[in-house]
């Protein structure tokens, strides 16, 4: 990325007009380690690997995006697995949009939601129609879990599709504490 485009598009903080809604996310900004777990149909692990996350505000803090990074060593993918979320807050709705783009597999998914009790919950539809959900698990300031799940009956039943162990990176851990 030129650096005119990463200065334009970086944000240091979360724009005002978001009110008490930026802590919705804002407590993501910065690098994660992440353990990516995904699932099969009938539940068992498909694969899993290492990875790590960057969330970060965007222009001018109205928006944030996260990259994805992962790793697979399943002796067949030889690239990274890339991909990225832009999320914004609509301030008509007060529900969160967030926008995922997986380039090397022609992927997008859009989810709405937010805060839902002790997690942030969003949703939204598949490709095949299938009703998606998103949420952010057991967070804490160190660490959560993100969990994809899908139904296939209209939220009767729920399937896991992934889940991903997030710890903050000891770069991010110590720069919190000495309070950068």
Same mark, same amino acid.
């Given at each position: 990325m030129s650096d005119a485009l990463s200065a334009?598009?970086?944000?240091?903080?979360?724009?005002?007009?978001?009110?008490?809604?930026?802590?919705?996310?804002?407590?993501?900004?910065?690098?994660?380690?992440?353990?990516?777990?995904?699932?099969?149909?009938?539940?068992?692990?498909?694969?899993?690997?290492?990875?790590?996350?960057?969330?970060?505000w965007i222009l001018d803090g109205r928006a944030m995006q996260d990259v994805w990074l992962g790793w697979p060593s399943d002796g067949k993918t030889v690239d990274p697995v890339v991909g990225t979320s832009i999320r914004f807050l609509d301030l008509t709705s007060g529900e969160w949009t967030v926008i995922w783009v997986l380039p090397q597999a022609g992927v997008i998914t859009i989810v709405k939601g937010g805060?839902?009790? /002790?997690?942030?919950?969003? *949703? $939204? =539809?598949?490709?095949?129609?299938?009703?998606?959900? +998103?949420?952010?698990?057991?967070?804490?300031? /160190?660490?959560?879990?993100? *969990? $994809? =799940?899908?139904?296939?009956?209209?939220?009767?039943? +729920?399937?896991?599709l992934a889940e991903y162990r997030m710890e903050r990176t000891v770069a991010e851990r110590a720069s919190t504490a000495r309070g950068d």
């Open positions: 334009e598009l970086h944000a240091g903080q979360p724009h005002a007009s978001l009110g008490n809604q930026r802590h919705v996310f804002d407590r993501f900004v910065g690098a994660w380690d992440c353990d990516y777990t995904n699932y099969a149909e009938d539940g068992s692990v498909s694969t899993r690997y290492p990875g790590r996350v960057t969330f970060g805060v839902c009790g /002790d997690r942030i919950v969003l *949703r $939204g =539809e598949g490709d095949d129609r299938s009703l998606r959900r +998103w949420s952010f698990n057991d967070i804490r300031p /160190d660490s959560f879990i993100w *969990r $994809g =799940e899908r139904s296939t009956d209209g939220g009767a039943t +729920w399937k896991h």
